[in-house]
Every structure is written in structure tokens, then in C-alpha cells.
């Protein structure tokens, strides 16, 4: 069995407040995008299971402890699975870069291996140990309203991505530690998300509050951001979750190759990659 393991893109996001957890509640408007890793799962005869990492950025995985060999002893100590698996996850989507891979790699291997199973409860728990974004991996599209609730879009909304990694990787947790200042809480409008041009416009009068945090560290990813955005036919460029991924967000497909094929040429060394919503 070939499973898609998509990632995540953050359209925009506020970080609220710090809980007593530690954590951060944080609102986003989110989509899924086609760039996904591939995972290959089956069954076997062994007492151990076997997960083996392959692909372009495999060699950034952690072979101990990372979110599939955590899922599935979790599942089995809950008595959810029986048995061991033979896993190989073909890492296509870049590492510490803000697009959820390995979060990703947990959410839909629990998808494929409970079927309807997955209460919210189940899932609250998961968030815990593996990544607090884990819901966000259950909808294509939505806005994140705080860590426990999403608000899906009744109408899907489709858009184009360049995607940018310089060489640059970046610690969520370092990153989230240097936040200072909190973003009021957003109320969210049924209405915004109907029509296209409109919620386009709001998300481009928007930002990440973690990018100016990334930007100080690393200027080279302001200049990125400066060179995405002047793109022709580019809506806005930001940089998801706590980066260092960047991106263009297009209207068309058509306008983000362009793009696309323009940025490669100036900046040879960057991972680049063309993307769009599920």
C-alpha cells in the first residue's frame, strides 16, 4: 500500500498567547498542497517494526524517535494494532521547514491504519507527542481558530505555490521562544472565504508573526520573500510556520511556472519546487 502524505501550507498566522504548557495558541488559515511524501506500509513476521527513510531529504530524519516509530508503538500500547509493520517513507518534503512532514507522516498513516477510528480524543493525545498541528492534516482547507477547534470552508479554494527553502533550518521551538508580542484573537467570517478575490485581499493585508522573528536571524529569507513577491501576477510571498520554507502564492498555474523558472535561474542553490491545493 502507497500512502500520500501531504504538507501543509500556512496562509497566515498569529500567535495569541502562551499556555501554561508551554505551547502557543495560535489562529491560521491553512491548506494542504500536493507536495507529499510517499509511504510504503505493509505488515510483517518480525517482533519489531522496520521503518526505513529514503528520498532527497531523508538524511535530516531522525531514526530514532521521530513521529512514525512513536505512532505506531503508541497505537500498539493502546491496543489500537496488532502485529509490527515494514514502513519506507520517501522524504520529498523539506525538514524543519515549517510544512508539517513528519506531523504529516503520523496524521495519515493514523488515517490509513484505523480507518473511522480516530476520535478527537485520540487525537488531543497525539497532538501531545507528536506535533500540536496533527488536526490540521484531517481537512484540506480551514482556519485553525486555537489548537482545539477548525473551521472548514464550504467552497475550496484553489491556489499555485513556489516554494523556496534556502539552506537554512529552523527549530520551532527556538523560533516560538523569541516571541514577545501577541496578535489578537480573530473571529471567524463565514464571508471572507467565499469569494476569492476578497479573501486574497485579506490574507495579503496579513502576515506570519514568526516571520519578522526568522527575518532578524536570517536576513537572506527577507530578501527571499522581497524577491518571490515581485514576481509578476504574485498575490503575496510569506514564509510558513516557523520556517524556513518561503513562498509565492499564485492566482494561476500558468504565472507560478514563470516564477518558478525565474527564481531558479537567480538563485541556483535554493531548493525550489511548484505547488498547489488539494
Known amino acids: 500500500m502507497v500512502i500520500k502524505s501531504y504538507a501543509k501550507i500556512n496562509l497566515l498566522l498569529k500567535v495569541n498567547s502562551k499556555l501554561k504548557n508551554g505551547l502557543h495558541d495560535i489562529q491560521s488559515f491553512f491548506c494542504l498542497i500536493d507536495l507529499s511524501d510517499k509511504i ?3 505488515k510483517n513476521q518480525k517482533k519489531k517494526d522496520q521503518i526505513k527513510f529514503v528520498g532527497p531529504f531523508s538524511k535530516f ?7 512514525v516509530n512513536i505512532l505506531l ?5 493502546l491496543r489500537l494494532i496488532s502485529g509490527h509493520y515494514s514502513v519506507t517513507i520517501t522524504k520529498n518534503i523539506p525538514i524543519l521547514a515549517g510544512l508539517g512532514g513528519g506531523t504529516s507522516n503520523a496524521a495519515f498513516l493514523i488515517k490509513y491504519l484505523l480507518k473511522k477510528k480516530a476520535s478527537s480524543n485520540l487525537l488531543n493525545r497525539f497532538e501531545k507527542i507528536i506535533g500540536s498541528d496533527l488536526k490540521i492534516f484531517f481537512k484540506k482547507q480551514g482556519f485553525l481558530q486555537n489548537l482545539k477547534k477548525i473551521k472548514t470552508f464550504r467552497k475550496k479554494q484553489n491556489f499555485y505555490f513556489v516554494l523556496a527553502q534556502p539552506k537554512i533550518k529552523c527549530s520551532t521551538k ?6 514577545k508580542k501577541f496578535s489578537k484573537k480573530e473571529k471567524f467570517n463565514k464571508n471572507m472565504v467565499r469569494k476569492k478575490n476578497k479573501f486574497l485581499d485579506y490574507l495579503s493585508k496579513n502576515r506570519n508573526d514568526l516571520q519578522f522573528i526568522v527575518e532578524r536571524k536570517y536576513p537572506q529569507i527577507k530578501k527571499l520573500l522581497k524577491d518571490i ?5 504574485c498575490c503575496f510571498s510569506r514564509m510558513t510556520g516557523s520556517g ?6 499564485f492566482n494561476s498555474q500558468n504565472n507560478a511556472k514563470k516564477a518558478f523558472i525565474n527564481l531558479k535561474y537567480k538563485y541556483p542553490k535554493i531548493w ?3 505547488a ?3
Open 40 to 42: 510504503q506500509i505493509k
Open 61 to 67: 530524519v531522525k531514526l530514532k524517535n521521530n513521529s
Open 73 to 77: 508503538k503508541n497505537l500498539r500500547d
Open 174 to 179: 527556538e523560533i516560538y521562544s523569541k516571541v
Open 229 to 233: 513577491k515581485n514576481e509578476k501576477e
Open 244 to 249: 524556513s520554507v518561503c513562498y509565492g502564492l
Open 272 to 274: 525550489f519546487s511548484l
Open 276 to 278: 498547489k491545493t488539494v
